[in-house]
């Protein structure tokens, strides 16, 4: 029978829900890694059985990745931490703000994401980790800046079918790119706006708070940036706003729709200096048609929830329909089983939801 597995990253803890392949009643597991910040898990199936990974911060002991094989019934550590900076850099990890396991046919590999800034990559399926040593030897790097949550890769995005593909997204910084299996990293940022950069759109420095990837077009890409959703054609190296539609356009989370083309989400706020939802009404839009034109999804949300959704606070699973789950500053977890059709809250008075992902498993 299958299951849905919901994992959903706080700031005090890990809570994980179950639930079956409807998605309509769910039970809950005790909290694990209490008062530890879940800032990334993951949901890794290309496995005989599917592994978790969770990275957590412990204000005593520190960063570390957590994997689990019998999901989320045990938790195995790697001595001495999965994750850390070669002594030479000079640099101490602060957080891991991505997990991403790579497509079905890269066995093992796993991307990590990091504050500072910088791209791991595992090849034994999270146990432990390398540093992409050309992307922190970048000379760009030096002038990155922190962004609000700080200087962090919060984004990886390996391409589905070219191992030697990954787009990655900072704040600040922007989106770089490898095609060579990360022996070279360019900026691919044209169209993106900066304003809070004076003068004319830099070539970097810009303040992406994610990307997502078109489920039938690699090459198109989605931004969630600090102000403007935009969408590119090409692969990354040029963008244009497709924000028209929206009530507004600064948010953190965009979602592309794993089966259809075309078809995204985000959770709009009225600005980076007003991050609520517009009118204190909290909702989900959808476009089906790559950004042109955008609905609002529902119903089943509060009609008034002063809150927000952070980048990773929104995912989707890969179900026929679609799960949406969606996980708040305010610690409510809301689920969609039907693409947005209608919305539950399946869980509420959580603490601050930092990350969530879902999967339906066999």
Partial sequence: MAETLLMVGTRKGLFVGRSDADRASWTWDAPQFPMQEIYSVAIDGRPDHPRLLAGAT????????????????????????????????????????????????????????????????????????????????????????????????????PHPSDPQVVTVAMSTGGVYRTEDGGGTWTPYNRGIGADFIPGETPEYGQCVHKIAMDAGDPDKLYAQNHGGVFRSDDAGRSWKSIADGLPADFGFPIVAHPHRPDTIYVFPLVADIERFPPSGKPAIWRSDDAGETWRETGPGLPTEAHTAVLRDGFSCDTADPVGLYVGTRHGAVWVSNDEGGTWAEVRANLPDVLCIRAAVLD
Avoid: C, K, N
Wanted: glycine fraction near 12%; proline fraction near 10%.
């Fill in 58 to 157: 412990s204000p005593h002991w520190g960063p570390q990745v957590f994997r689990s094989d019998d999901l989320a019934r045990s938790w195995e550590e790697t001595p001495g931490g999965a994750i850390r900076f070669p002594e030479e850099t000079g640099a101490a990890l602060e957080r891991i703000w991505q997990l991403r396991p790579a497509p079905d046919d890269q066995a093992g590999v796993v991307y990590a994401g990091t504050e500072p800034s910088a791209v791991f990559r595992s090849d034994d399926g999270g146990e432990t980790f390398e540093l992409m040593r050309a992307l922190w030897d970048h000379p760009h790097r030096p002038t990155w800046q922190p962004g609000g949550g700080g200087q962090a890769i919060h984004t990886i995005v």
